[in-house]
């Protein structure tokens, strides 16, 4: 049973396999159509949809979400809005009237998702009023294509929406439904971690202990976090998943505990709720978030999903590399931790044993004289996975460099240190010929994918190239004009 509001009004749908999206859950079986599919992928935002959940003030937080990727059980205990939810009767939402009166609208095919997208951002200014700068607006619609209509129209109609009539759908009035939602969120806490009319079919356990039982009684069963990279296998490569275990309510995973060296971040961690910590400790880590998918999928995804996935071309672990994390593994036989440079194993081929899964990663303190550099080469800024990421750690000790670290994505089959380039800069003073020798060592030391995102050539070159920055950045640190200009390309 999936147990959730949708735009104001309790609904129940019973009998819903798990591998069901939320958008299938509205369009095919609640009819409801106005929110659109477009890829199925989470690239285009069409589908988007504002995800309410209680955060404790008594309000409800809305953040939006790819339906198309998102598991329909994710929905259970929360209040699902859709744009057939935001007008009064004929009165248009704030965000629709300025979407109408900029001509933010051509085909319309993007505009459902687009609004919301708007919608998400108007009801944020609403709760906590602040300038709507560029990059505010880039944030909540990076995520939203539009293949016809331009984007200077929709900007207009964002930097217009809180000029109009604050016009509430007419569930935002009613006072109960965030205590409503709260209490259903919390009954859905309460259930047995076996959901659904198929047993065993969508588990959601709710502590570390349901979660190993789970494993244990359905070692077949597929873990579950944010979905953006398990639900691609369901809407490309057509497979179905026949059972599923949801590690997102799983309280110890939720947490991230802070002690003297670093942090423990839970698996099921949001990239959402990681940001201002990455904000304030790791700037170079932040601004990589800036370039990380799209608002939507960062309010879902995970860091444990981006490490457990073990994509070659995942942005985090060579940054988690070069800071030397940690993680810890929990399955049958107890908890152990492991440095994440014995992680990654081979293509996709992790340390994981069978029925362990993923639980913390631990991301030590910066250290005033430890410096990290990432740098992140994509097609587009915007929603683009990466072709290249290179993540660089050293401090530099008496005009030498001391733990050098260099880790890359998209230069092997696994995210990987340079082991033999660190070596040659380790212990030495940076300087145009060291970097020479380093830069024909990294070519040396990798065999990059040759695929659509760029060739092994290219994928050579970019990396040598980032290396040179490196040096460049070494040099330069001391001038402001040019860290600035370095700075303009790295955005
Ligand atoms: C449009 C789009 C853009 C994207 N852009 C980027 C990008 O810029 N950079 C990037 O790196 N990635 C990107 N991704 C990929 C994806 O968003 C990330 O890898 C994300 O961190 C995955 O987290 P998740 O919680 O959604 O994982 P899920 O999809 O839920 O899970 C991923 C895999 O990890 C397993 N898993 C999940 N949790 C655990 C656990 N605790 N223990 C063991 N196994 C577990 C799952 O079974 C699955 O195999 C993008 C995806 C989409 C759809
Ligand atoms: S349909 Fe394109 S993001 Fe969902
Ligand atoms: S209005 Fe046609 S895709 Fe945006």
């Not at 047995?192 to 349901?210: F, N, Q």
């Not at 494993?215 to 026949?242: C, H, I, M, N, Y």
């Not at 998918?293 to 309010?299: D, F, G, L, P, T």
């Not at 080469?377 to 996975?385: A, H, L, N, Q």
Request: net charge negative; glycine share 8%.
């Amino acid at each position: 049973m999936i147990d959730f509001y949708l735009n104001g009004q309790r609904r129940q749908c019973a009998d819903i396999p798990p591998d069901t999206s939320a958008l299938e859950l509205l369009r095919i079986h609640l009819g409801q159509t106005g929110t659109k599919e477009g890829c199925a992928s989470g690239d285009c935002g069409a589908c988007t949809v504002a995800i309410g959940t209680p955060d404790g003030s008594g309000e409800l937080t809305y953040q939006t979400a790819n339906a198309c990727i998102m598991p329909a059980h994710q929905i259970h205990g929360c209040h699902l809005v859709t744009v057939e939810g935001l007008a009064r009767g004929d009165a248009l939402h704030p965000v629709q009237a300025a979407m109408v009166d900029c001509h933010g609208s051509q085909c319309g095919f993007c505009t459902p998702g687009i609004v919301m997208s708007l919608f998400s951002l108007h009801e944020s200014q609403r709760r906590a009023p602040a300038p709507l700068t560029p990059q505010r607006l880039e944030a909540a619609l990076g995520g939203n294509l539009c293949r016809c209509t331009g984007y200077r129209p929709i900007r207009d109609a964002a930097l217009r929406m809180n000029d109009y009539p604050d016009t509430h759908p007419a569930w935002a009035d009613d006072p109960q439904l965030p205590a409503d939602v709260a209490a259903l969120a919390h009954d859905a806490t309460r259930q047995p971690p076996v959901a659904g009319e198929t047993p065993e079919a969508y588990a959601r356990p709710r502590d570390l202990a349901e979660l190993r039982e789970c494993r244990l009684q359905a070692p077949q069963a597929r873990l579950v976090a944010g979905a953006t990279d398990l639900w691609l296998e369901s809407t490309q490569q057509l497979k179905s998943f026949d059972a599923l275990i949801d590690v997102t309510r799983v309280a110890e995973l939720q947490r991230i505990d802070e002690n003297d060296d670093g942090w423990w971040i839970g698996a099921g961690v949001t990239y959402r709720r990681i940001e201002p910590l990455l904000e304030e400790a790791y700037p170079a880590f932040s601004h990589l978030m800036h370039r990380f998918a799209s608002q939507q999928i960062r309010n879902r995804a995970t860091l444990g999903g981006n490490v457990a996935n073990a994509s070659p071309i995942g942005d985090t672990p060579p940054v988690l590399l070069a800071l030397d994390a940690t993680l810890r593994l929990d399955g049958p036989d107890g908890e152990r931790e492991l440095p994440i440079g014995e992680f990654f194993l081979d293509y996709k081929k992790t340390a994981l044993a069978d029925g362990e899964f993923l639980s913390a990663i631990f991301v030590p303190k910066p250290t005033a004289d430890r410096q990290l550099k990432v740098w992140k080469i994509s097609k587009r800024r915007e929603d683009d996975i990466s072709a290249v990421l290179a993540a660089f750690a050293w401090r530099l000790e008496d005009g030498v460099m001391r733990d050098v670290h260099l880790a890359f994505g998209g230069m092997a089959g696994i995210p990987r240190r340079a082991s033999a380039t660190e070596a040659v800069l380790e212990g030495q003073a940076p300087g145009q010929a060291l970097f020479a020798t380093a830069r024909a060592t990294l070519r040396g030391e990798f065999d990059p994918l040759d695929d659509v995102r760029g060739s092994r050539e290219y994928r050579l070159v970019t990396a040598t190239n980032l290396l040179e920055r490196l040096r460049l950045t070494l040099d330069t640190d001391n001038d402001p004009t040019t860290e600035v200009c370095l700075d303009a390309y790295a955005h």
